[in-house]
């Protein structure tokens, strides 16, 4: 039987890739037919097939790891470059709208009153919820990086909580921002204030979820002892992902709710 | 013969090393769940020739065969609408 000579990973061919781009293309045309003919069966069938590749993506990629030992120092080094030039790509994303803000409130048009806030925009009380939210990530940050100690120091038990913990944090954070959109005394609609306020914090709820949800996945691992103390990759690009996270809801706090109130 | 002593002057049954030894215990659970991996690995490395996506089994089939109808199902559905949606609007 051949080995391999090198350290990378050849991967097994899988359908996943193409299934994910044709399950992109649903999810796009979907989005299509539900805005423009009020029919939301398309944008469905996308999300569903699209959680079902990710799912299944992912699954296999642990059993790659975990059960059959292909990830060397080498493909982890792969792996590292992958996530920080994905979080860096992140990154860009958001500075667009930040971009976006500064734009429309550094200089604001006769049609706002010539303000910012404009016009009759009552803005949220920054030292309310926002900081209370602020509080929560920050706390986030602090427990996430207890749970990556802990798995260090193969203390299962704390890795455990300080992740749960975690988790836990994150949802609440999704709560109460939730429950900031519900209330709020203006929409979307409501000028590029209400465009820039809830497309920028939006996308950073989004991301919220998602990383959310990953640190929820990586807490799934923990408990059925997918990690050790010295490889847990898994585990730190979950953490990264998540102190990425907590840096946009700072910028976002400072320049939109604090500066821009 | 003296006195009957009121307390018992044997000592009592010794009770320092007398706990069973850790391995007749009975085993204290595991902090939620026992490790399951070294299981997982010996099936995920069988020489099956199975490819990684397949190699669980049945779930995996299933799963895989749900994913595919559903995508094919729905580029088929896409192409229709959007042929449909490209016709131009009857007066």
New interface residues.
């Given amino acids: 039987m051949a080995h391999q000579a090198h350290s990378y990973h050849m ?6 890739p193409i ?1 994910g781009a ?2 992109a ?2 999810t796009t ?2 989005l ?2 539900w805005f ?2 009020n ?1 939301p ?2 944008l469905i ?2 999300l ?2 699209t959680s ?2 990710m799912f ?1 993506w992912w699954r ?1 990629i642990v ?2 790891s ?4 292909h990830h060397t120092p080498t493909v982890q080094k792969g792996l590292r470059y992958g996530m920080v030039l994905f979080i860096t790509s992140e990154a860009f994303f958001f500075l667009g709208f930040f971009w976006a803000f500064f734009h429309s409130s550094l200089a604001p048009t006769p049609e706002l009153g010539g303000q910012w806030p404009p016009v009759g925009i009552q803005p949220l009380n920054p030292m309310d919820v926002p900081l209370l939210n602020t509080a929560i990530l920050l706390a986030s940050g602090v427990t996430v990086t207890w749970a990556h100690h802990s798995i260090m120091e193969a203390n ?2 704390q890795g ?1 909580q300080a992740l749960a913990l975690t988790v836990l944090l994150g949802c609440y954070f999704t709560a109460l921002q939730a429950m900031e959109y519900y209330e709020a005394p203006f929409s979307i609609a409501d000028s590029v204030y209400g465009s820039t306020f809830f497309v920028a914090t939006g996308f950073h709820g989004l991301h919220v979820i998602i990383g959310t949800t990953f640190l929820l996945v990586c807490l799934l691992r923990l ?4 990690f050790t103390p010295t490889h847990h990759f898994g585990f730190e690009a979950a953490a990264w992902y998540w102190h990425f996270v907590d840096v946009v809801w700072l910028f976002l706090y400072i320049t939109i709710y604090w500066w821009g109130s | 013969q003296g006195l009957k002593p009121l307390v018992p002057t044997e000592s009592p049954a010794p009770i320092f090393g007398t706990s069973k030894p850790p391995s007749v215990l009975p085993a204290t659970e595991p ?3 026992k ?3 070294p299981d ?2 010996k ?3 069988r020489s099956d020739g199975l ?3 397949l ?2 089994g049945a779930p995996d089939r299933m ?2 065969r ?3 109808a ?2 094919i ?3 088929t ?2 192409l229709i ?2 042929y449909i ?1 490209s016709q131009p609007k009857n007066k």
């Fill in positions: 991967v097994d061919p899988s359908p996943w299934l044709a399950a293309l649903l045309s979907g299509v037919m423009h003919y029919n069966y398309l069938i996308g569903l097939s079902l590749v299944q296999d059993r790659e975990t059960f059959q030992g299962r038990k455990i408990i059925k002892y997918h | 902090f939620l769940g490790n399951k991996v997982l690995q099936i995920f490395q490819l990684v996506h190699k669980g799963l895989y749900t994913t595919m559903l995508t199902g729905g580029i559905y896409c609408a959007l949606a």
